[in-house]
């Protein structure tokens, strides 16, 4: 059994170390799993150094990060939490047990039940209140945090939940995702929630109005994601060593490939149409030697009269 612990990051770089260091490594075979927003800070060196594996997402977006994360995870089973020590990571080998033993497909972890003081602002609070009293009206849910960032989930579930959300309302999406389908055996589970090491980035009232509305558009069906899949993907892995790993090649060439496939594609059809030109403006000249030849009697009549009444005709179809 394979576990990938799967962290988004931006500017984390005074707690992602002690985050990964708080990590059990020895219950499982295990990855971490980083997935950063481009840092300006040092998150990259200081992940890498702790053998972590990085993704680099130039896309913006909370949820954007955790669909590129899950995509180059290799683990079988994700576990999911923040960068900035606020999530219980010893509480990682208890939740993986109990995700088998009781064979679980999805577990979300409340925060709010055994949250630690000084953990969340009274705003914050209020606005996950609100959140989850609409998360659950909304949708027939009996959930006690609809915001909780902490989540263990057997990865074969991800061709059965189908997020859109590439912002901070696809904690709540997922959630609804995975507990309204009946195929899935979904459970809440209470854990411990610490104050944070470093700048808090949510935004109380701008990110709690987008995630309210969002959830009113989830329900009538009008979400739609801010990055299509079709469009190039703006995912590289750097491993260990912080040298690009096999899928930021394959990227670069499979750009690389398409432009020359595009390339000698639109040369063929130039070739193509040139030939088929050349046919038609030769065209004319075998109907008139063929109507020449036919009418024997007056052939010196014929080949004065006819190319310069009816050849310039012939020439102007074929223009058009």
Not at 98 to 125: S, V, Y
Not at 234 to 245: L, P, R
């Amino acid at each position: 059994m394979k576990v990938s612990v799967v962290i988004p990051t931006l500017n984390e770089g005074k707690s992602i170390g002690i985050t990964i260091d708080q990590i059990p490594k020895d219950f499982a075979n295990l990855e971490i799993v980083i997935v950063d927003g481009l840092s300006k800070d040092d998150t990259v060196e200081v992940a890498r150094n702790k053998s972590a594996r990085v993704v680099m997402e130039t896309r913006k977006g909370y949820g954007r990060a955790y669909k590129s994360g899950f995509a180059s995870a290799r683990g079988d089973i994700i576990v999911t939490m923040d960068g900035d020590t606020t999530y219980p990571a010893e509480e990682i080998p208890a939740l993986v047990k109990m995700l088998i033993d009781e064979n679980l497909d999805f577990i979300t972890c409340d925060r709010i039940t055994k949250m630690e003081q000084g953990a969340m602002t009274a705003t914050h609070k209020f606005g996950n209140w609100v959140l989850k009293v609409g998360t659950n009206m909304l949708f027939g849910m009996e959930l006690k945090d609809s915001q909780s960032g902490m989540w263990v989930f057997r990865k074969s579930i991800l061709d059965k939940v189908h997020p859109v959300s590439d912002g901070m309302p696809f904690s709540e999406e997922l959630k609804i995702e995975a507990f309204k389908n009946k195929n899935l055996k979904c459970k809440e589970v209470s854990v411990p929630y610490r104050p944070r090491i470093g700048e808090v980035k949510l935004n109380t009232w701008g990110d709690g109005m987008k995630n309210l509305t969002f959830l009113m558009k989830k329900k009538t069906g009008k979400v739609e994601p801010t990055y299509k899949e079709e469009e190039k993907k703006g995912t590289a892995d750097i491993n260990s060593k912080g040298t690009e790993d096999k899928s930021g090649k394959g990227t670069a060439d499979g750009r690389e490939k398409g432009t020359a496939d595009i390339s000698r594609k639109g040369t063929e059809e130039k070739k193509e149409g040139t030939v088929k030109t050349e046919e038609k403006k030769d065209a004319p000249k075998i109907e008139e030697t063929q109507k020449t030849e036919e009418k024997k009697p007056d052939a010196s009549v014929q080949s004065t009269s006819h190319p310069s009444s009816k050849g310039p005709q012939e020439t102007e179809k074929t223009k058009e």
